[in-house]
């Protein structure tokens, strides 16, 4: 289990590249061994950043976040 950050989310529903090799292990590992943590700061904050257009995605904000929270074994 890992607790992540806004920024790393967001880098690994958009720009994986952005990671580096040993954190996109320790993201499979977790999500494979009991989960991510994720605060839920983070849900507020990746709403701020759509809202002031510093994050633009092709969908809304609450299907971002589904398909994000979908997208691994992240616990809030």
Known sequence: ?????THVVIWDALE?????ASAK???TRADRDGGILMGEITLWE???LMKKKRLVVDTDYQ???DL???SRNYIL
């Open 1 to 5: 289990m890992i607790v992540v950050d």
């Open 16 to 20: 994986p590249s952005k990671l580096s």
């Open 25 to 27: 292990r320790a993201l």
């Open 46 to 48: 990746i709403a701020m």
């Open 63 to 65: 299907t971002f976040i």
């Open 68 to 70: 994000v929270l979908q």
